[in-house]
């Protein structure tokens, strides 16, 4: 509305506008609700209707993963909060038992299966499950090797001794090594309600061990050592 004053007349003007019609016109101008009225409570809040509403068909339960529990600090739990319940430190064994042929094949065996620990974090029970993902391989002769797959023995494998796995070395050499194997491992919480993955990796280095590799040597001999015991080599 506008208002023009002279000293003479008032005059007055007024202008009315209508609101123009939506595209679909039989709703008679209308808006019309898109959302479903009542959406699951688990669904994103920006478009959730049923926030703050009581009404029973906004409670429908849909199973859902529960977070992993928060450290006193209020952040989620990471593998570094349960280290102290760790499996021990991985000692290096191999097939033969501590020992080797020089140019064949040494089995470098470790542990294959999950390892669980109970006991209490922040006053409250739990069980940690650690699982072994992966192994680094310190030979001693200055080679090492990483591997995602477990050390077998060659007869889980199916195969014979001394042909190459997936966690063998060969020395070149004869003599002594210094051997170790760190195992890396993933973990799973279960404080009551279903095992929950945590986020991270833990790397456990083993203990130092000792194997001698030796040399065969192949010679013909007349009589075996149980028909001549003072033979060369028997």
Same mark, same amino acid.
């Given at each position: 509305?506008? =208002? ?6 008032? #005059?007055? $003007?007024? $202008?009315?506008?209508? !609101?123009?019609?939506?595209?679909? &016109?039989?709703? *008679? ?12 409570? &688990? ?37 570094? &909060? ?5 499996? &021990?430190?991985? =000692? ?26 109970? *006991?209490?974090? %922040? ?13 680094? %391989?310190? %030979?001693?002769? *200055? ?18 001794? %001394? ?18 194997? =760190? $195992?890396?491992? #993933? ?12 986020? +991270?990796?833990?790397?456990?280095? +083993?203990?130092?061990?000792?194997? !001698? ?22």
């Amino acid at each position: 509305m506008t =208002t023009n004053i002279s000293t003479h007349a008032v #005059t007055i $003007t007024a $202008t009315q506008t209508q !609101r123009a019609p939506a595209a679909d &016109d039989s709703t *008679g101008g209308h808006q019309v609700r898109t959302t479903p009225r009542y959406l699951r409570p &688990d669904q994103n809040h920006q478009n959730d209707v049923c926030v703050g509403i009581a009404d029973e068909r906004c409670r429908e339960a849909h199973p859902q993963t529960p977070p992993p529990p928060a450290a006193d600090s209020g952040q989620p739990l990471t593998i570094t &909060d349960v280290a102290q319940f760790a499996p &021990d430190p991985t =000692t290096t064994a191999t097939e033969p038992a501590d020992a080797g042929v020089s140019g064949l094949p040494t089995n470098f065996l470790t542990p294959t299966t999950p390892t669980t620990r109970t *006991g209490s974090l %922040f006053d409250t029970p739990v069980s940690v499950r650690f699982t072994p993902v992966r192994y680094d %391989f310190t %030979f001693g002769d *200055g080679s090492t090797l990483t591997s995602t797959a477990p050390g077998l023995p060659w007869n889980a494998l199916h195969q014979e001794p %001394f042909t190459p796995t997936p966690t063998s070395h060969t020395y070149a050499e004869r003599g002594t090594y210094i051997t170790a194997t =760190t $195992t890396t491992y #993933t973990a799973e919480l279960d404080s009551g309600d279903g095992w929950i993955p945590l986020s +991270g990796e833990l790397p456990i280095p +083993g203990p130092t061990r000792t194997i !001698r590799i030796y040399k065969a040597t192949t010679a013909l001999v007349q009589h075996t050592c149980i028909e001549q015991p003072t033979a060369p080599g028997c």
